[in-house]
């Protein structure tokens, strides 16, 4: 005989299932963390110290970068201060999917601003299989507008970390970044060569648009 389920049968009114007889259901445990900020910020620093961290409590880890970024080295998740963590580079969300393995634990992901959209589900699932999703990426692009999917990221999230970098200007906190060399591209990876940590004061977007015409 296979056990009934109430709510299809209309009996509401039986006892609920006793710890001796769990009912199937997601695991607890699984959370998303974004950290996020403007470029020079510390968003990997921060990425990579709470994977070392995980990895000191001898949890399962996997990293995974964009293909796109590959400013430092393919296969490492690198700071502007040079400390490192092993990393897959993967070309979509669904990449990333494909190569989560079941023993996983956690699951870090750098530079998320790069992936495509379906990044948000795969976190979602990922989570909902009980694990630790860490995303580290940038929050708002060269003109300062939200870059996706990072508002998405940061409305599922059960904690949002907003690291600030120092203006390069006046000394103060910063939370923008200012492109440097005159190019119209939303994606343009680089590190001091072209862009700097800017406060809301400091930053401009009008130099950057005149070069565009
Ligand atoms: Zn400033």
């Known amino acids: 005989m296979t056990p009934r389920d ?60 964009p293909r796109i970024d590959d400013r430092y080295d393919a296969t490492r998740i690198v700071s502007h201060g040079s400390i490192a963590i092993d990393a897959v580079p993967v070309s979509s969300s669904e990449s990333l999917m494909k190569r989560v393995e079941d023993r996983t634990q956690v699951v870090a992901i750098d530079e998320a601003q790069f992936f495509d959209r379906g990044i948000v589900e795969v976190c979602n699932a990922l989570a909902d299989q009980g694990r630790r999703v860490i995303l580290a990426g940038l929050d708002q692009d060269y003109l300062g507008r939200p870059f996706p999917p990072m508002p998405d990221l940061m409305a599922i999230a059960e904690d949002v970390t907003k690291v600030r970098a120092v203006c390069t200007v006046c000394g103060g906190t910063a939370s923008r970044s200012q492109r440097i060399i005159q190019e119209g591209s939303t994606v343009l990876v680089g590190g001091a060569e072209c862009y700097e940590a800017r406060c809301r004061a400091c930053f401009r977007t009008r130099d950057v648009r005149a070069g565009e015409a």
């Open 6 to 65: 109430p709510a299809v049968d209309g009996e509401l009114d039986v006892p609920q299932a006793t710890p001796s007889q769990p009912q199937r259901r997601a695991p607890h445990g699984g959370r998303i963390e974004v950290i996020c900020g403007s470029m020079f910020s510390g968003k990997t620093e921060e990425l990579i110290r709470r994977v070392k961290r995980a990895l000191y409590g001898r949890q399962k880890i996997q990293a995974f970068k």
